[in-house]
């Protein structure tokens, strides 16, 4: 029996990371813990999964921004504008390149998540995290509701 992708749910995801070690597998793993079915998957090729909403992951560095603003510039019009999640590579502020990077292409994208950093993350496997840091449960319930959040047609393929 498969499930209905209710509002209440996060919907189904694909994504894509912008460059080595943005991120994209620990954001997959955030968005689909505690899911019944999994939410997110990371994009490894071929063809795209029907029904999937599109998002590019960066991390927040200045490199990984820059990254980040090469794909969208590129990004294939047959594609929906993807959603941007920007994880935070420290828990420092944003660098004045990578605040630029993303100013520029703010209006590229079909809408921006910005992820805190967070420790537990970097100290532990993920799925160490989840199972002992509540932060992290937090971080990924937040996470979550913030993807519901999105316009219905954010990342949408039609």
Do not use: C
């Amino acid at each position: 029996m498969q499930m209905s992708n209710k509002r209440s749910e996060v919907p189904l995801w694909t994504l894509v990371g912008a460059h080595g070690g943005a991120g994209t597998s620990t954001l997959v793993m955030l968005l689909n813990h505690e899911a019944s079915t999994p939410r997110a998957m990371e994009y490894a090729g071929g063809a795209l999964a029907a029904g999937h909403r599109l998002a590019l992951v960066a991390s927040s560095t200045a490199a990984g921004t820059h990254r980040a603003a090469q794909m969208v510039a590129g990004w294939p019009r047959a594609l929906p504008r993807p959603v941007l999640l920007v994880r935070a590579a420290d828990p420092f502020g944003l660098p004045a390149m990578s605040r630029y990077h993303l100013k520029a292409i703010s209006t590229e994208v079909a809408g921006m998540v910005r992820v805190p950093y967070l420790f537990a993350l970097r100290q532990l496997d993920a799925h160490a995290a989840l199972a002992s840091s509540g932060r992290a449960a937090r971080l990924a319930q937040r996470l979550r509701a913030r993807m519901r959040a999105l316009p219905a047609d954010a990342g949408a393929q039609s």
